[in-house]
């Protein structure tokens, strides 16, 4: 391991994106999207292509993340950090 990297901080394929319910989603200037609800399947029943997110004010609308705008996670934190920002993120629902 490199001197200075993280150890709670992982690219966002090494992670199982099946255990992030619940993680804090932050776009990549930092603003808050919402809550991971679930994962979200598509190409394959065993891997998630994307998470479902809650977000607004009393949490009404979910947003698609794609797992490929996924930048990091942050495991001891719970906050996965995107590197897009959340104007280009899909609703849906």
Sequence with gaps: M?????????SALAIDLRRTAGFLVADARGRVVGKVEAPMYGSSPN?????????GFLPRRLRLVPAESIEQIDGGT?????RVERESIRTFL
């Design 2 to 10: 490199q001197s200075g990297t993280s150890v709670a901080t992982v």
């Design 47 to 55: 891997t998630p292509d994307a998470l479902a997110v809650r977000s």
């Design 78 to 82: 719970r906050v996965i950090g995107l």
